[in-house]
């Protein structure tokens, strides 16, 4: 699986926008980003997922850059219940597979 | 609410022990899979399942084990507990794939929280 490079951590002002980075220059050209995040000691919640196209569903945005070697997750309008940590992983299509966590970025969301 | 069910949610339990945690996937959803978080490894695959089958194994230690019964439910077996075993135990379930991408999207439980003492 294609290794992944996120900020250990970041602030956002509750009501913007949160931008969180995430390289992977070494990805393969099957192979999808998922964004997940755990908030606290809750178990990791699926957020998106995406394979060349921008990508948006009712929690985010999902922007990946032509070449794809680096995405960014966008909560359009951060709320504090979005402090988490956020994991970016990369990972093969079609059979069922592991998921490899890194450190991901810890988003603290503040009034 | 992921669809997802782990029970029980804590466990307390002494070393060299043997404990047994479940659980239930989604509706509908053919593969189990196990993870460990330890505040010093972070979120690890142990072990997963597909429709009664072990399909794939990552770090699980010999003295885990797992299984998972025709009614696709799963439980994760560890025994000698220990200390180092005190960790957050958790279960993702998906189905084989997720249409139209042919992707396979995991959703997690709650997890387990175990201590040994």
């Known amino acids: 699986d294609a290794k992944t490079t996120q900020p250990p951590s970041m602030d956002c002002a509750e009501g913007r926008a949160a931008n969180l980075p995430c390289n992977h220059s070494?990805?393969?050209?099957?192979?999808?980003v998922y964004w997940y995040r755990q908030i606290h000691s809750q178990g990791p919640q699926y957020i998106i997922h995406?394979?060349?196209n921008n990508e948006t569903n009712e929690m985010a945005s999902l922007i990946i850059t032509e070449d794809r070697k680096s995405s960014t997750l966008i909560l359009p309008h951060a709320t504090l219940r979005d402090t988490a940590v956020y994991y970016c992983?990369?990972?093969?299509?079609?059979?069922?597979?592991?998921?490899?966590f890194g450190t991901g970025t810890r988003l603290q969301v503040t009034l | 609410d992921s669809g997802v069910t782990q029970t029980p949610k804590h466990l307390i339990t002494a070393t060299g022990q043997r404990v047994t945690l479940r659980c239930s996937p989604r509706?509908?959803?053919?593969?189990v899979y196990w993870y460990q978080q330890s505040l010093d490894q972070g979120l690890q695959f142990l072990i997963q399942?597909?429709?009664?089958?072990?399909?794939a194994k990552g770090n699980i230690l010999e003295r885990f084990s797992a299984q998972q019964f025709p009614d696709l439910h799963s439980e994760l077996n560890l025994s000698s507990l220990e200390l180092g075993d005190s960790a957050l135990y958790f279960c993702?379930?998906?189905?084989?794939?997720?249409?139209?991408?042919?992707?396979?999207?995991?959703?997690f439980g709650p997890g387990t929280r175990l201590t040994v003492l």
């Open positions: 993702a379930s998906s189905r084989r794939r997720d249409y139209p991408t042919g992707t396979d999207t995991q959703y």
């Open positions: 070494t990805i393969s050209g099957n192979e999808y």
């Open positions: 995406g394979l060349k």
């Open positions: 992983i990369v990972r093969p299509p079609g059979t069922a597979s592991k998921l490899t």
């Open positions: 509706s509908g959803d053919l593969s």
């Open positions: 399942y597909y429709n009664g089958e072990e399909r």
